[in-house]
């Protein structure tokens, strides 16, 4: 009994001592102390129209998870961000979150009431459509409205496993915590909502949301003046001026970006 409380002990000890050793040999590039990622859903107008101008202004470089409905009035712009060197991901052709939202029972359509293959084929066929215009085969992936399910009570199933087989990441929406890259599922990366919030408001959530290593994903809709799922222009103007001018503190960078430096350090931390 004794000597197996022994064993347990030196254990977890271990395991202690092995995490905190992890960490400290992790880091992000020039010994920033933070990640920050900027992304964009549904390939609204107002992003290539007002969002692009000010990432431009800044420098920076951000993820649009695109939508062929939404993609069909700008393809020349889309292209040209492609090209700019952002990172274009999916985010499905019909946008399924589940059937509770009126503009989605309108439509007689729902989470609840489809499957698996469904969300296949609809995923491809936006995959299709943003490499043809695009020239980019994503890699990436957001969750319309951030919910991961299909079906109802016992039949209710994650096609999480779906988006892990097919993209590097997957991104979610509105949640709570940032990502720690020691720890993180590439298939459930975290998302802070920032539509609708002050410059104030932002850096305050950024600044909440830090603990060692943290990696924060920041993700809106529109880019405007104001509405529900508007990022404003000039709290995104803001805040890009603020984090391009603190890299010690913050590494800017797309979504994918990150992936791939995490991916990599951790493997080396591995050998």
Same mark, same amino acid.
């Given at each position: 009994m004794i000597?197996?409380?022994?064993?347990?002990?030196?254990l977890?000890s271990?395991?202690?001592?092995?995490?905190a /050793?992890?960490?400290k040999?992790f880091?992000?590039?020039?010994n920033?102390?933070?990640?920050?990622s900027?992304s964009?859903d549904?390939?609204?107008h %107002?992003?290539v129209?007002?969002?692009?101008?000010?990432l431009?202004?800044?420098n920076v470089n951000a993820?649009f998870?695109? !939508?062929?409905y939404? !993609?069909?009035?700008r393809?020349k712009?889309?292209?040209?961000?492609?090209?700019a060197g952002?990172d274009?991901?999916n985010?499905?052709? %019909?946008h399924?979150?589940?059937?509770n939202?009126?503009w989605l029972?309108e439509? /007689?359509?729902?989470?609840?009431?489809v499957d698996l293959?469904?969300?296949a084929?609809?995923?491809?066929?936006? +995959?299709?459509?943003?490499f +043809?215009?695009?020239g &980019?085969?994503?890699?990436?992936f957001a969750?319309p409205c951030?919910q991961?399910?299909?079906?109802r009570?016992?039949n &209710?199933? %994650?096609?999480v496993p779906?988006?892990a087989?097919?993209?590097?990441h997957g991104?979610t929406w509105?949640d709570?915590?940032a990502n720690?890259?020691?720890?993180?599922?590439s298939? +459930? &990366?975290r998302?802070?909502?920032?539509?609708n919030?002050?410059?104030e408001?932002?850096?305050?959530l950024?600044?909440?949301?830090?603990?060692?290593h943290?990696?924060?994903?920041?993700?809106?809709?529109? &880019?405007?003046?104001?509405?529900p799922?508007?990022?404003k222009r000039?709290?995104l103007?803001?805040?890009?001026?603020?984090l391009?001018?603190n890299?010690d503190?913050y590494w800017l960078a797309?979504?994918?970006?990150?992936i791939?430096h995490i %991916?990599?350090k951790?493997?080396d931390?591995?050998?």
């Amino acid at each position: 009994m004794i000597k197996t409380l022994l064993t347990t002990l030196l254990l977890s000890s271990y395991a202690v001592f092995a995490a905190a /050793n992890e960490s400290k040999s992790f880091h992000y590039p020039n010994n920033a102390k933070y990640a920050i990622s900027i992304s964009f859903d549904d390939a609204r107008h %107002s992003q290539v129209d007002i969002g692009l101008p000010i990432l431009e202004k800044h420098n920076v470089n951000a993820t649009f998870y695109l !939508m062929p409905y939404h !993609m069909q009035a700008r393809l020349k712009q889309w292209r040209a961000v492609a090209n700019a060197g952002h990172d274009i991901a999916n985010h499905t052709n %019909s946008h399924l979150c589940t059937g509770n939202f009126r503009w989605l029972r309108e439509q /007689n359509l729902g989470l609840e009431q489809v499957d698996l293959n469904f969300l296949a084929s609809d995923i491809q066929t936006a +995959q299709d459509y943003i490499f +043809q215009h695009t020239g &980019v085969l994503p890699s990436g992936f957001a969750y319309p409205c951030g919910q991961t399910f299909v079906g109802r009570g016992e039949n &209710v199933k %994650s096609y999480v496993p779906l988006i892990a087989k097919s993209f590097k990441h997957g991104r979610t929406w509105n949640d709570e915590t940032a990502n720690d890259p020691l720890y993180f599922d590439s298939a +459930q &990366v975290r998302a802070f909502n920032i539509d609708n919030k002050s410059f104030e408001q932002i850096v305050a959530l950024i600044e909440n949301a830090q603990f060692e290593h943290a990696w924060i994903v920041l993700a809106g809709h529109e &880019v405007g003046d104001h509405g529900p799922y508007t990022i404003k222009r000039q709290a995104l103007d803001k805040l890009l001026h603020y984090l391009t001018r603190n890299p010690d503190k913050y590494w800017l960078a797309p979504v994918s970006s990150v992936i791939e430096h995490i %991916s990599s350090k951790t493997k080396d931390l591995e050998r």
